[in-house]
């Protein structure tokens, strides 16, 4: 992980601060990944994924995927909304196998 930087609303200059897509900052001692470009008006990190940003945990971010099918390649921990079926899963890991389950 490279080393968060402290969010900011302004520059030095006065001006907004546009974050790129996978910016890694601190606010407030937690640490947040810009989920797309995203500009400080739309949110603080702590206003989630609408603002753009997602928690920094166990080293990466938590997938979360949209989709009517499932997402490849699945860490534990990350979640999918099936939008045919309107059903929210979580990809776990029971101590025997890896899996999708209905949350």
Sequence with gaps: MTAPIKWKIKDGDGDYIKY??????????KIYAALRNTDV??????HGEK?????????????????SSEPINPTVGDEWYDSSKGILFKYINDGTSTQWVEI
């Design 51 to 67: 603002a753009g940003w997602k928690p920094y945990t166990d080293n990466r971010i938590k997938k979360y995927t949209e989709d």
């Design 20 to 29: 790129k897509e996978g910016d890694i900052v601190s606010k407030n001692g």
């Design 41 to 46: 008006r739309e949110g603080s990190p702590e």
